[in-house]
């Protein structure tokens, strides 16, 4: 099953952000998360190919508690990941994965989201928002477009041929917590290919499955 991660990249209000930058901003409120240890995302994501959905829990530093649906229904895809150790259920039961394809996920929870961000963007300070009901602090960065994998041998003549993607992350100016992360193209800001939602969750706990598959 394919994987995704999300998380894109305390904030305090008041006078206390007066000096510090609007990334800056947005880092602490992500490394408030962090801090916090327990938590979720609730993801949509859409593109040519369909929709998406994900729920993925997280006991940092190293435990993951995935959920995947294809198409926002249907069985569902998951995968549990513990320390160095990895399973996954796509309907027939738990299975352990192979070794190295555990590690590559496990370094993938420290990097993207145990771990600060390696990945720079620079944001913009929008201000207060209201969205949804609530206003919240928003910030607006625009996310670097990936290369082609044929770019080295085209050299210069390289263009980007899509619009790029405009980060938008809403945090709550009571907790400083991002509560909010949405991804639209700059040229269609109603459009949203990325939604994620973050929840704190006190009491959760992630555990290797109890019965696995015979290898």
């Not at 099953?1 to 800056?24: E, N, P």
């Not at 995935?66 to 998951?78: C, I, K, S």
């Not at 109603?190 to 959760?204: A, P």
Request: hydrophobic content about 40%; charged content about 25%; aromatic content about 8%.
């Amino acid at each position: 099953m394919r994987i995704i991660f999300a998380i894109f990249l305390t904030c305090l209000s008041g006078s206390a952000f007066a000096d510090v930058s609007c990334k800056d901003q947005v880092d602490a409120a992500f490394a408030k998360l962090r801090e916090a240890g327990k938590f979720r995302l609730e993801t949509t994501i859409k593109n040519k190919d369909g929709t998406l959905k994900m729920q993925a829990d997280y006991v940092l530093p190293d435990r993951m508690h995935q959920t995947v649906t294809l198409g926002g229904e249907g069985a569902a895809m998951e995968m549990i990941v513990v320390g160095k150790k990895a399973w996954s259920n796509q309907g027939g039961g738990w299975a352990e994965l192979p070794e190295a394809f555990a590690q590559t996920v496990a370094n993938q929870i420290k990097d993207t989201v145990a771990d600060s961000p390696k990945v720079s963007t620079e944001y913009k300070c929008v201000g207060d928002k209201e969205f949804e009901g609530k206003t919240y602090a928003l910030y607006q960065g625009v996310l670097a477009m990936p290369l082609p994998a044929d770019a080295k041998s085209k050299g210069p003549r390289v263009t980007a041929l899509s619009a790029p993607n405009l980060q938008n992350v809403y945090v709550d100016k009571v907790t400083g917590l991002p509560a909010r992360n949405i991804v639209t193209p700059v040229t269609e800001p109603e459009s949203r290919v990325f939604d994620g939602t973050f929840t704190i969750v006190k009491d959760l706990s992630i555990e290797p499955p109890k019965v696995v598959l015979p290898n």
